[in-house]
């Protein structure tokens, strides 16, 4: 940790002051002093190799490298002498007589350091170095879909190695061969994609010059050229900010993100930095289509309107305002959520307003909201860095949420972190823990419960903190009094010794803080697993403190906004109850519109209603159900059965197949907006490209399909609608598009000069006290037998994003991930006489999918593990759509299945 | 002796030069890649990433260092390595006709490696010793104003 001690220097004549640690350079930068550097990367080790960046420091004998060269008081510094401006000259001029490469033909020209730097310190022309020929010539890169490495232009400098081995600690590269020889390669020259590589780009980003280049960028613009428009990536709930860089073709051609900018610091993962082929797919949708005679047939915009307006209008009339639902977007803004389900509430008159988020997260609202008030990730990503102790629980964190595993990785790494990994498969991130913990799924309550009896019984719970900010205590410690970590072998197969292990740990470091996902929520104990969650952390005082807490993590980039927004069938905008009859006057006068009391249908409630022949009329945001659901068969004969369904989307989906009309909508780099991320905070969305053809923002087709339905909405852009949305949710209360023009704010924040709210629960839970819950080991609803001896777990795999819609469209993805498979540990396929890469068939009491097997031993005997992401191979044929009975939400985590070879 | 048992022999050895240390890290590379080397003869590939498995240090990192130091070879290589300057001097003095000899006695040529696995024979841009041109270079030693009547007798000596 760095001492903050002010450190008194003076560079250039200049007196300033700087911390402890702190290098020349970083000073330098600080104040705005230039100097002039080609190995250095903020987000790594200094290593001066380059020595562009040298000084002089009085009392050196020779002059010293500013990216290595830590201050000190008193010290002068120098940068810019004429001895320092010839040596720097002098380095340029040999790595020019090295790099062989001509600025006129190369793609990074205009982005890139050394062509900065010889301008800069105006290179004698004779020192270029002409490429030998240009063919390419054979390195670890050829062939490969993402990027491109040409040893001409590399200077040698390490950075891709470096940020390869020290941030994204995969180690993929190194330099190879000695002095003239030396390049960057992998290990025996494979082919990246045959090493560790995970396909980050996060070596492109880092590298000064156009020697690493994405290839599908190169020949289509330079970067002089580009439009940069800064934006929050589409995908996964981390929300990293991204520069979408556009050529004059209206074309996003690279996907490049700022260093120092939280919450991602310029790295990203494959999907954000290589994901973004779907944006410009010829697939895309680009007129309204209305279903005839069994075809979709285009339509203007009047017509799809009028008959959606129509259709809706009808089956309120005859049915009544609940005989319509409505399925809003976590892929959408906040401000379309919010125009969403109010155009539902309003204009139908109805609460059946839900998402996806009940797929996913339903049971961290429920749970949260029921132990500490509020259903939301407790603490920042930033402090994970700084936890003494990581416990992740059903979460494959570096695959779902690469970027929040940097920051897990950063804390086992570099800030001394023990780490404790719960779950079923040997996931990657295990080979960063102390201690993995391979449970059997739906048995996570048992194991949890076992911890606390071992932290109650070895004194370690922190007594003071229960005394005085929770309770319901003893109703908690009479279960786990006599639940042995004996007892919880039996039903976990986690040793009794692991599991008191565990414990210690987890109660022992200075902080803890709790990590988890859908291996928790999933299930229909999820409300259970998150209450005993949150029954850990609170035992032990790790709630309500830095580097602590909770901390879910949101699978869509805006399911946290959605969920904010009131697109849920309980609540409006802010998680204010639509029971509650103070609220409900304040909707009421606010929208100026009758509303109803009563709670609506969720995401499944919704599908079964329509069995029922309740549900009449639905109308889908970017959803797709058809793939996302569970018991695809059951879901996708409600589609079918459906009166009427609407769909506005940036595809046809699976789901759009069954709709009577689709409206073709704008995706996240064509609108304004903000997103909300998992850790709550409000971020920017802007618009970097125009939509194709006659596709439009959702929040506008919404307000006037609003109007037309006699429920006049208009606004003039997504910046009122947040207004609005502050004036009215008191956790937005204080946010607007000025406030978070540079970086977002994270909520609560209730007023215009309110801060955000890094972690929650600081001195008091959102509801008061913090309530323990005692919960007993529910095992899961099916059980494994003669029929269907197996048990399948679904989840998500790196490459991929939800169904697949948008990650599927790009080439580097596909090469890397172009099918779905079913993982079989060894001994299971061996005695099955299946082969690794085989055709199978798994089977569940619901349905029958043929894949390929994956045969590995990451996976315990007795389980199969299916990713859900391939239309071909739909892992939701097989899973079962039994509930939690609080959360609603579906066990995707385990059902009984069997497998075949075929 | 059939492929299994000799894969098995193979990691032998190399459990035995890792049993003698403990945590072993990267700055640890290269004495543990001298001894592979001496007891395999080069850096067989599926050593190194056995190598990789047991300890952990990064299979691009071994490479790293193995093909940087002159010392490794990646590839089986002979006991001895005889090396050829082909440099203008040499040349100039009959380099050509010794390296033909090489090839002759050895029966192997530029790169490759005797079948009794006793040689290597590579050839040199300039092995720095023009003066004692033409020049031949057996491991460590030199031996100047070569003739390629006696290459024979010198490759006697190392057998
Ligand atoms: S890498 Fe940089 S210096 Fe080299 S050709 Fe490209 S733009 Fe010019
Ligand atoms: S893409 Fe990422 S993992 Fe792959 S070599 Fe580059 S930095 Fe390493
Ligand atoms: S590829 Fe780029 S980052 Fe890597 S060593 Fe070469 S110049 Fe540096
Ligand atoms: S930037 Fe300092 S040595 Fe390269
Ligand atoms: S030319 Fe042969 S030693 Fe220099």
Redesign the interface.
């Known amino acids: 940790m760095t001492n903050r001690t002010d450190i008194q220097l003076t560079i250039n004549g200049k007196q300033v002051s700087g911390t402890n640690g702190q290098t020349i350079l970083a000073l330098a930068q600080e104040h705005g002093i230039d100097i002039p550097n080609l190995c250095n990367d903020p987000r790594l080790i200094p290593s001066g190799s380059c020595r562009l960046c040298v000084v002089e420091v009085d009392g050196q004998k020779a002059p010293v490298t500013a990216c290595t060269f830590q201050i000190a008081p008193g010290m002068v510094v120098h940068t810019d002498t004429e001895e320092i401006l010839a040596l720097r000259k002098t380095i340029l001029e040999l790595l020019f007589s090295e790099h062989r490469g001509v600025c006129t033909t190369c793609d990074e020209n205009g982005n890139c350091l050394l062509q900065k730097y010889g301008y800069e310190y105006q290179i004698d022309d004779t020192a270029f170095a002409l490429p030998e020929s240009n063919d390419p010539i054979e390195n670890y890169t050829t062939g490969n879909e993402a990027m491109v490495y040409n040893s001409d232009k590399c200077i040698r400098c390490g950075r891709c190695i470096r940020i390869c081995q020290e941030v994204q600690m995969d180690s993929a590269l190194t330099f190879k061969e000695r002095a003239a020889q030396v390049e960057v390669s992998t290990a025996f020259d494979m082919p990246l994609n045959d090493t560790t590589c995970e396909l980050c780009g996060q070596c492109i980003s880092t590298c000064p010059t156009g020697a690493l280049y994405e290839r599908s960028a190169k020949g289509r613009g330079q970067c002089k050229d580009f439009k940069r428009t800064r934006t929050t990536c589409g995908y996964c709930g981390v929300g990293c900010q991204i520069d979408l860089n556009v050529n004059s073709k209206n074309e996003i051609v690279r996907v490049t993100s700022p260093v120092g900018v939280i919450p991602n610091d310029g790295n990203l993962c494959v999907k954000g930095r290589f994901g973004m082929d779907f944006v410009g797919s010829d697939k895309r949708l680009t007129a309204p289509l209305i279903k005839r005679n069994g075809k979709f047939e285009k339509a203007s915009w009047d017509e799809a309107l009028d008959t959606i307006a129509k259709k809706l209008g009808e089956i309120k009339a005859t049915h009544g305002p609940d005989s319509i639902g409505g399925l809003s977007s976590a892929k959408c803004t906040n401000e379309e959520n919010y125009v969403f389900q109010k155009m539902i509430r309003t204009a139908i008159g109805t609460n059946n307003v839900d998402h996806c988020a009940r797929l996913c997260h339903a049971s961290t609202v429920a749970g949260l909201a029921r132990a500490f008030g509020s259903g939301a990730m407790t603490n920042s990503i930033d402090e994970i860095r700084r936890a003494g102790c990581i416990f992740i629980i059903g979460s494959n964190t570096t695959e779902a949420h690469p970027v929040i595993g940097l920051a897990v990785k950063d804390a086992v790494v570099n800030n001394g972190a023990k780490l404790i990994v719960a779950d079923p498969r040997t996931i990657d991130i295990v080979r960063f823990a102390e201690l993995h913990m391979a449970q059997q799924p739906g048995t996570d309550v048992a194991l949890i419960n076992a911890m606390m009896h071992v932290i109650l019984t070895e004194n370690l719970a922190d007594m003071e903190f229960i005394k005085k900010r929770c309770e319901n205590f003893e109703a908690m410690e009479a279960i786990v009094k006599d639940f042995t970590p004996e007892m919880a072998e039996d039903v976990t197969t986690v040793s009794a010794d692991a599991i008191r292990q565990a414990a210690r740990i987890y109660a022992t470091a200075t902080s803890s803080s709790i990590i988890y996902s859908m291996g928790i929520t999933q299930h229909t104990t999820g409300t259970d697993n998150v209450l005993s969650l949150a029954n850990l952390a609170m035992l032990t005082g790790n709630v309500g403190k830095e580097s602590t807490g909770v901390n879910p993590l949101r699978g869509q980039n805006n399911v946290q906004g959605a969920c904010d927004l009131g697109a849920l069938p309980n609540v409006y905008p802010g998680y204010q109850s639509v029971e509650d009859e103070k609220i409900h006057e304040k909707f009421e006068k606010a929208w100026g519109a009758k509303l109803s009391n009563k709670m609506g249908l969720t995401v499944v409630e919704m599908m079964h209603a329509v069995e029922e022949g309740k549900l009449k009329g639905l109308y889908l945001m970017g959803e797709n159900p058809a793939l996302s659901d569970p018991n695809l068969n059951r879901t996708r004969k409600s589609l079918e059965d459906i009166e009427f369904l609407a769909v506005q989307d940036i595809f046809l989906t699976e789901t759009a197949e069954y709709a009577d009309v689709v409206l073709p909508t704008m995706c996240f780099a064509e609108k304004d907006g903000t997103f909300t991320n998992t850790e709550r905070r409000v971020q920017r969305v802007r618009k970097a490209i125009d939509g194709p053809g006659k596709s439009r923002d959702d929040w506008q087709i919404v307000c006037d399909l609003a109007t037309r339905l006699g429920f006049p909405m208009k606004y003039n852009n997504a910046s009122e609608i947040l207004d609005e949305i502050a004036s009215l949710s008191p956790i937005y209360g204080g946010i607007s598009f000025e406030r978070i023009n540079d970086v977002g704010l994270s909520w609560p924040c209730p007023d215009k000069n309110h801060p955000g709210t890094k972690y929650l629960h600081k001195d008091q839970f959102k509801r008061g006290l913090g309530k323990f819950h005692p919960v007993e080991f529910k095992p899961p609803v099916e059980k494994a037998d003669k029929t269907f001896p197996f048990l399948l777990s679904t989840g998500r795999q790196l490459y991929q994003f939800h169904t697949g819609t948008m990650t599927r469209k790009s080439p580097v993805i596909n090469q890397v991930s172009p099918t779905g498979y079913v993982e079989i540990h060894n001994e299971d396929a061996e005695r099955l006489g299946i082969v690794n890469g085989q055709k199978v068939s798994v089977a569940t009491r619901r349905g029958i999918v043929t894949t390929q097997a994956r045969v590995t031993t990451d996976i315990g005997k007795g389980w199969l593990f299916m990713p859900f992401h391939f239309s071909e191979g739909p892992a939701n044929m097989l899973t079962i759509d039994a509930l939690d009975p609080i959360a609603k939400i579906p066990e995707y985590k385990v059902c009984a299945a069997n497998i075949c070879s075929m | 002796m059939n492929k299994q048992t000799e894969d098995c022999l193979d990691l032998e050895s190399l459990g035995k030069i890792l049993a003698s240390r403990e945590n072993i890290e990267s700055a640890d590379l290269s004495p543990i890649l001298q001894e592979i080397q001496l007891s395999y003869g080069y850096l067989p ?1 599926e050593i ?1 990433l056995e190598l ?1 498995r047991r300890t952990g240090i ?7 260092v193995a ?4 010392q490794f070879h ?1 590839e089986p290589h002979g006991k001895h390595t005889v090396r050829c300057c082909r440099g203008t001097a040499c040349h100039v003095k009959g380099g050509r006709g010794i390296i033909q000899a090489v090839q002759r006695v050895l029966g192997i040529d530029e790169g490759e490696t005797t079948d009794d696995m006793q040689f290597t024979f590579e050839t040199v841009a300039c092995l720095g010793t023009c003066f004692l041109a033409p020049v031949i270079m057996i491991d460590n030693d030199y031996y100047g104003n070569m003739t390629s009547g006696k290459v024979k007798g010198l490759l006697e000596r190392y057998k």
């Open positions: 590939k190194l990789n990064p299979s691009s990192q071994i490479y790293g093909t940087f130091y002159e990646l």
